[in-house]
């Protein structure tokens, strides 16, 4: 069974950093392809970052300001985010797919597995 665990969200003002991790557990999962998401009330969910095979990629709104990392020894996939704006405020939830999968994209439909989610909220 795969278990996705977020940590590390919170508040902080305009400007702040956090750092969010999630600890992932079981063998059906991917290590090649993690993502992290995030969604806002009233919105749809929004592919953050992803990292595969070929790299990283980031959606415009977050270029330059948060980064996704990843360590395999302690199977865990951080985002760090810096420069955080209220508009950055969501939950973020951190998402694998099933195991051969070798590229990552922003849909939110290739990934199984799925953490609870971890609140990010930027005060201005």
């Known amino acids: 069974q795969v278990q996705l665990v977020e940590s590390g969200g919170g508040s902080v003002q305009s400007g702040g950093s956090l750092r969010l991790s999630c600890a992932a557990s079981?063998?059906?999962?991917?290590?090649?392809?993690m993502a992290w998401f995030r969604q806002a009330p009233g919105k749809e969910r929004e592919g953050v970052a992803v990292?595969?095979?070929?790299?990283?990629r980031y959606v415009d709104s977050v270029k330059g300001r948060f980064t996704i990392s990843q360590d395999n020894a302690k199977d865990t996939l951080d985002l760090q985010m810096n420069s955080l704006k209220p508009e950055d405020t969501a939950m973020y939830f951190c998402?694998?797919?099933?195991?051969?999968?070798?590229?990552?994209?922003?849909?939110?439909?290739?990934?199984?597995?799925w953490g609870q989610g971890t609140q990010v909220t930027v005060s201005s």
């Open positions: 998402a694998a797919a099933i195991r051969g999968c070798l590229k990552a994209t922003m849909n939110s439909m290739m990934y199984t597995y």
């Open positions: 990292r595969d095979t070929d790299g990283t």
């Open positions: 079981g063998s059906w999962y991917s290590r090649n392809c």
